[in-house]
Every structure is written in C-alpha cells, then in structure tokens.
C-alpha cells in the first residue's frame, strides 16, 4: 500500500437514467482511489457501469436523463461534482483525458489531424506560432507516429486503425494530463497492432507517470497492464484488488465464473464453465445481490440484503455474503 | 462429404470516382488459397483484418464468385453445378455471423426466420415445418414459445441461438461460423461455444471457424489455417499451430494474444508496421518487410507452399 495522497478518489458515486421505463441505476454507489501511475481496470460485461463511471468522473453523463445523484470526485483534493462547467471544460483535456473505443468515430472526419491535435494545445496551453507546431510535433512524435511533419496535413481517414488510435492518444495526452481515462481503446484494433498499442501506452504512461484507468472486458489485457483490477456488475465494484490478488484469489462468486468461462490461447479446455442466466435489467434490480439469480453459491440471504463489502486481505475487498467475514459486518 | 477449396482468388476492381471502366489495379483480396474441410472436422481460419478470412467465407457461401481457382463440394467443382446441385449445396452449407443484432430480421417472428432456409419446394407441409422449427429451437435450448417472438424480445446470447437454429433447420453438413462469439458478452460466449460444441458431437458437423480471437479459435478447431495478407500462411493440426509455429507470422500472431494470467506475461514479438496493402502487396514473401527473421531472399523470391513436415504446411523461406 502506498501512503501518499491519491490522485483520484471516487466516493461511493451515483449515476441514474431516468426514463420512462423508471429510474436506470447505471452507477449505484462506487468506490475506489487510484494513485498517480497507477493502472486500474475497471471490467465488466455491456451494462455493468463501467463507461458511465468514466463519464460521470468527467461530466458527461448524457442529460437531462442521465443524472450523478449522489457521491464525491476529488482529482488532487478537488470535488470535481461542484464545479461549473466552465471550470470543468479547464479540467477535461488538460487533467483527465480520454481515449475512446473507435477512434473513427472519435476523430472529426471533416479536419485534419494537426488542427486537432493543434486545438487542444492551443487552448490548454495557450501556446501560437512556432512553439504550438513544435508541441504538437511532438505529441505526434511522443506516440510515435512516422513522418509526423506530413502526417499533421493528413485527414483521419488516411490513417489505419492502428494509427488513428495513435493519434487520437497522441490528442489526448498532448497537454500531459494527470488522468487518462481509456475506454476499451483497443477494441477496434488487431490483435498484433493490440500489442503494439498496448506496449507504447504502458511506456508512454512511464515516462509521463500519468495514472489510466482502464476499461475493458478482455480479461488477457487486464492480466497484461493493469496493476489493479475493480469487477464491475450491475453498477457496482463487487471486487477490487491487485492483479495477482484478484487473479489468483478471485474472491466473488461473478470474478470466479468470469475467469473460468473464458476460452485461454494457453491450454484447451475440454469444456467451458458457463454462467447461466442473463445479466440483469438495471431498471428492475433485485432486492439483495443482483448477481444472486446466476450465483452458483446463492444463499437465502443472498436474495434479502445486498452483501456488504468485506477486506479479504491487504487492499483487496469483495462484497459477496460467501466472503468470510460478510455476516458479521451486516 | 468434403469442402475443398483449390488455388482460390478473387480479386475486387478499385476503380476510379465513378467510371466503372477506369480500373486502376485490383484488390487481391484472397490469393490462391487451398484449404479442405471434411465431415465432423472444426476448420480454423484466423489471421487479422484483410487478411482474407471473410471472403473466403462468402465463396464458400457462393456469395462471391471466385476470380480462379475451384470450390469442390463432395468432389464435384460449383462451376459445374446444375439447379440440383446448388440446392443440395445450399442445403448442406450454412452459417452463422458475428452480430445477431443485424443477421435477424427484426419484422419477422422467430418462427419465420428459422424456417427461412428450407426450400419452398421442399414438399413440406406447414405443420411439418412447423415441427421442424420446435425441433432445432429445442436442439439450441430455446424456449417452446419463441417461434411466436420477435428478435427484440431475446438477449443477444439468445438471438445468436436463433442464429444457429435458422442454421440447423435443413440438416447442414457444414456451417461457416464468421466470428460467432466476437459480438457476444464475455459471460455468454462460453454458453456459445459450449453449445457449438455439443451440437457438433451430436449432429456430426462441420465447422469452419473464422476468428481473430485465437483462443475461441483454439477452443473449437481441430485444424488450423492461418492467412496474411490474402495467402495461407500456414497450416496444421490445432494444437501441434499453437504449441510449436512455423511461420514467423503466426509465432508473432500467437505470442500477440494475451493469456490469461498476469503470471504468464512473457516476452512478446511486438510487430512493427501493419498488414500491407492489398492493391500492392509487398515483393517476394508479403511478410517479409514485418518479418523478425528475414532472409535476404525473402523480398524477392516468393516462398513455396510445401509440407515442412508431417501434416504442417508453410510458406516461408526458413525451412
């Protein structure tokens, strides 16, 4: 455990939809602190709440049905929840950054690169002239993207997937921010241009020591960068711990089953564990642990209380009623 | 039974603004490729995106026609194939695709689209089809009401079993799955696979498994093919692939998938460059300008197709 301050520290944060159907619990009530450096992956299957954590850390929960009702964001021991949104707009880009899945979709097709990687230099650091185009040739440079000089007249279409990932990281960590938020950057991506990616975001983050959270659902990615791991289900961490912690003593009954069900290029599996059921509708969540109806552990309780979340060693916790401890904690 | 495909090419025209006469050069989207699927067998095609996979794919499906080469269906070449035989073809080659969101009509019921593929003039009367439609729901592990569903009304994981039942419903031989798992939940595409699996062993089919995702490849495939750049690259029984590759490129392609545990991080063979251009693929070996290992022949001289050794086939200048 380290004793500095944390960067990040997320408390106990909510995010609801309110639509039609009734009130969506998108985020219900998440923790967690990351300090600067550090990876944390945040995982989980489509509707878990993982990239609408990441939206509420920097404001951009879709409105007005989509609201963060409850909890505090500190980055360096600011509430980022009570800031204007002029003030936010100084945060985004600048502290944390983002990286998003398709960076097709994410990049302006009607621009050139350099004018977007030029836009956020300029009004973040309030940089002209010569000066701007040397720093956004090396932002270029920095992600290592060939002939950087040619490549900043070039619109987004001319590069290949590989590459465009690169630039839009190259946008994103230009003004040297303090967070770097990917959400499943490599999705779009081959699995040998995968790893060319992640290497250079690992050494990249090095050099910069910029603290990235990670979101994805692949399980080998965890296992090759992120130093801690939060499994997200139904809005909520229901394990978090280091890397090895979680992978070599998965604690909840989900992180289990997640693990055990997923085919390995490693060995051959006879025959793949599966997790029965379906995940759960966020506006109608069960009573207790919403996990309980595909659990192979359930207990009666299960079904009556949500489980609290126990220690279940050093920096690593887990909220599940089979965790010894659970009981005597409600 | 047997797919066999011998010396396959198609190759796109890349033409200019509007003309369709001012051809500029062709995308050789596939390039001479031979690969054979027999019954019971699980095929395994995996390499990365333009690699060729797909198209592959829709020849096998008859949804290209190939620029040369032959596709063989029980030693008979499609060229030569009479009404008769595409509807036997059709019959006994189906598949399944990677996003059950677009493959499913949302406007027709759950009944309508699994009986879809059986001929109108297959002599079956509606409550025999009907029937039938029962049989390969229960056969995927669907619920008895379904036929009367719409697709908005099942989980993708569900929607990708009406899928494989829509597939099932005329006695295939062979089913081409394209990337059946790729667009699925973590949580579900056990479910899937395991299901893919048990209908292989109970129906006796063929599979041919199109994957960038080496370990749902590995999970099901008992014979490996891997393309770059429209060529085979190498192939080989599964495991034998995957515990000892050949070909610099698929030792590359199978150190790049990252296993499961933090433990086994080990070192990678990072590739530099990307997958070239198909309009002008490089000189000699297309791997060659990527390629740890190059030998100074490799970007002249194209490598032969031969077997290196027992049952595993390579192109590369090494061996």
Known sequence: MRESTPLLVVEDLKTHFFTRRGVTKAVDGVSFTLHAGETLALVGESGSGKSVTCLSLVRLVPEPAGRIVGGRVLLEGEDLLQKSSAEMRRVRGKKIAMVLQDPLTSLNPALTIGTQVREVVRLHQGLRGPPLRERVLEAL????????ETRLRHYSHQFSGGMRQRVSSAIALSCTPRLLIADEPTTALDVTIQAQYLELLKEVQASAGVAVILVTHDFGIVAAIADRVAVMYAGRIVEMGSTLQVF???????????????????????????????????????QGCPFAPRCPERQPICDETYPPTVPVASGHIASCWAVPGAKARA | ????????????????????????????????????????????????????????????????????????????????????????????????????????????????IVAEPLPRDSGMSRPMVAQRVAEVLQLVGLPRESPALYPHEFSGGQRQRIAIARALVTYPKFIILDEPVSALDVSIRAQILNLLKHLQEKLGLAYVIISHDLAAARYLATRLAVMYAGKLVETGECDAVYAEPLHPYTEALLSAALPLHPSARRQRIVLAGEVPNPVSPPSGCRFHPRCPRVLPQCSSQEPEWRAVRPDRFTACHLY
């Not at chain 2, 039974?1 to 050789?28: H, Q």
């Not at chain 2, 008859?62 to 073809?89: I, N």
């Open chain 1, 141 to 148: 440079r920095r992600l290592r993207i060939p002939a950087p």
């Open chain 1, 248 to 286: 070599d003593n998965p604690s909840h009954p989900y992180t289990r089953a997640l693990l055990r069900c997923l085919p390995d290029v490693g060995l051959k599996r006879e025959q793949l564990v599966e997790i029965g059921g379906q995940p759960p509708d966020l506006a109608r969540l069960p």
């Open chain 2, 1 to 112: 039974m047997k797919l066999e495909a011998i010396g396959l090419k198609k190759y796109f025209p890349v033409t200019s603004g509007f003309s369709v006469r001012g051809t500029r050069g062709w995308v050789k989207a596939l390039d001479g490729v031979s690969v054979q699927v027999a019954e019971g067998e699980t095929l395994g095609i995996v390499g990365e995106s333009g690699s060729g996979k797909t198209t592959l794919a829709k020849l096998f499906l008859l949804l290209e026609r190939p620029t040369a080469g032959s596709l063989l269906f029980d030693g008979k070449a499609v060229a030569d194939f009479g009404r008769d035989d595409f509807v036997r073809y059709r019959r006994a080659v189906q598949a399944v695709f990677q996003d059950p969101y677009s493959s499913l009509n949302p406007r027709m019921r759950v009944g309508q």
